[in-house]
């Protein structure tokens, strides 16, 4: 019956699931309840509330995003301005989307300003910076709506 009304949107780099009228994955806990029993998943939720469920990476990418995340550690190490966060860590945005970059950052006072119980699911806020790596998969075009989303959500600085 779910595969019935389950609509798939193949896209280049991500499957696009629509689970209008089956399960509101608008609300937050639901949506990282499903994250957490679908590990293995790397899952990104639109403003519309689709699920992107988004390729692994591959050696070359996650070679790159590695390198990125270990720069952007002994920087904020040496500089102890604010909290380096992975690939994996999901930012529920202003819009109602839920988004993983490749690296991002959010300073120290905003970090002290989100509840300690809050830390611990997505966390209910937009990076200061994000970067994004792009693929052999990524279509340009697809990665700058992506950036600009990022800063209509009030990202200081997305790359």
Not at 110 to 134: G, H, Q, S, Y
Not at 148 to 159: D, V
Request: proline share 4%.
């Amino acid at each position: 019956m779910i595969k019935e009304k389950l609509h798939v949107i193949q896209e280049t780099e991500a499957i696009l699931l629509d689970f209008d009228g089956i399960i509101d994955f608008t609300d937050d806990s639901r949506l990282f309840e499903f994250c957490a029993k679908n590990r293995d998943l790397r899952v990104e939720r639109t403003k519309e509330g689709k699920l992107s469920i988004m390729l692994p990476v591959g050696g070359e990418g996650s070679s790159r995003e590695f390198e990125l995340s270990g720069m952007f550690y002994v920087w904020n190490k040496k500089y102890k301005l604010g909290k380096i966060f992975s690939s994996s860590g999901g930012f529920i945005l202003p819009s109602g989307s839920m988004r993983s970059p490749d690296v991002s950052f959010v300073t120290a006072e905003r970090w002290k300003d989100i509840p300690v119980f809050k830390r611990k699911k997505f966390l209910p806020l937009c990076p200061d910076f994000v970067a994004e790596l792009r693929s052999e998969s990524d279509k340009l075009s697809d990665l700058k709506a992506k950036m600009m989303e990022w800063m209509e959500n009030g990202c200081r600085l997305a790359h």
